[in-house]
């Protein structure tokens, strides 16, 4: 009888995590569509906890230019932060670059 209650106690509590981890519509990661000197165009997968001015990392797939075996041929590197400017269309967002190199296809992440 105990067994069946700490069982049933459990399933209850991890459906509620994966549940809750499922539903989470914060910005993780998104993609850079289009940049010129000033601003980038990028690309989110939900923009609903987007805040004016907050601080994003821009990173890049670069080779890592190794021939060992096992090792990786590429890696994403960290290109530096940028602003969120404001919201453009649906989960599309404006992001101010001041002295970075954003080019098409660069990947944002959410800096902790």
Same mark, same amino acid.
């Given at each position: 009888?105990?067994?069946?209650?700490?069982?049933?106690?459990?399933?209850?509590?991890?459906?509620?995590?994966?549940?809750?981890?499922?539903?989470?519509?914060?910005?993780?990661?998104?993609?850079?569509?289009?940049?010129? +000197?000033?601003?980038?165009?990028?690309?989110?997968?939900?923009?609903?906890?987007?805040?004016?001015? +907050?601080?994003?990392?821009?990173?890049?797939?670069?080779?890592?230019?190794?021939?060992?075996?096992?090792?990786?041929?590429?890696?994403?590197?960290?290109?530096?932060?940028?602003?969120?400017?404001?919201?453009?269309?649906?989960?599309?967002?404006?992001?101010?670059?001041? +002295?970075?190199?954003?080019?098409?296809?660069?990947?944002? +992440?959410?800096?902790?």
């Amino acid at each position: 009888m105990f067994s069946k209650s700490v069982k049933l106690i459990m399933l209850v509590l991890f459906t509620t995590v994966i549940t809750a981890c499922a539903s989470n519509d914060q910005i993780k990661s998104g993609k850079v569509i289009s940049a010129n +000197e000033t601003n980038a165009s990028v690309y989110v997968s939900a923009d609903s906890s987007v805040v004016q001015g +907050e601080v994003i990392t821009v990173r890049r797939l670069l080779p890592t230019n190794t021939v060992l075996e096992g090792e990786p041929l590429y890696s994403y590197q960290d290109i530096g932060k940028a602003v969120i400017e404001s919201k453009g269309k649906a989960r599309y967002l404006n992001i101010k670059i001041d +002295e970075l190199d954003i080019k098409q296809g660069d990947i944002i +992440e959410l800096t902790e």
